[in-house]
């Protein structure tokens, strides 16, 4: 299939070496871009980190604090996010397997709040709630915000020659603000709603909502918000 990737870079490239290996041809179109912050101190007395993004992750590891807490347990919502921060040198993460309920569980089986809050490595927009899944079992959650997602206003050349050539088979969404982002986009180039021969796949039920109108196509949502259960979407 002609697949569009939507998520933001290094992973955008990652997502479409990975499609390409499966047989697919992707065209690249990160609908946004991810911007650190600039550096504050991180909350201190933590006893673990919780992530819910690479993304986040990566910010972390460049946070001029992270030699003080790389020992620290990290608690990653899914498999690549962990692996992700075991490569940048977070040598106790581990994951959730799932999406934020699996975390919020992992969190209140695996510690004990009287040890000390949560430092909770974040966006400027975070998907759920960590601190109300995990309030009620007595943890208390330090946010640090590492990132802001920017939206990008139009979509890439390649992704509006292929549009407007019929050269796309179905468009691959990772997040709400993705979604987001990408129906402005196609708005603004004139492109929707999109025709019934075009499907979306997206990684959640959260991530397929702001494309209602969007798309004449299927809409189809994981049934995992992980990567290995998008490309199963997409085989089935």
Known sequence: ???????????????????????????????????????????????????????????????????????????AVGDRSAVEARRLGFVAARSAGGGLPELCEMIVSDLDPAEGPILYAAGDVQSGDLAAGIGAAGFAVATAILYRSVARPRLSDAALAAFRSGGIDGVLLFSARSAEAFVAALAADGLSPLPETIAAFAISEQASAPLAGALRGPVRSAARPEQIALFALIKA
């Open 1 to 75: 299939m002609r697949l569009l990737v939507t998520r933001p870079e290094p992973d955008a490239t990652r997502t479409a070496d990975a499609l390409v290996a499966l047989g697919h041809t992707p065209i690249l179109c990160p609908m946004l871009d991810i911007v650190r912050e600039p550096p504050r101190p991180l909350p201190a007395g933590c006893q673990a980190i919780a992530a819910t993004s690479s993304n986040a992750i990566r910010a972390l590891a460049a946070h001029p604090d992270a030699a003080a807490i790389r020992s620290l347990p990290l608690l």
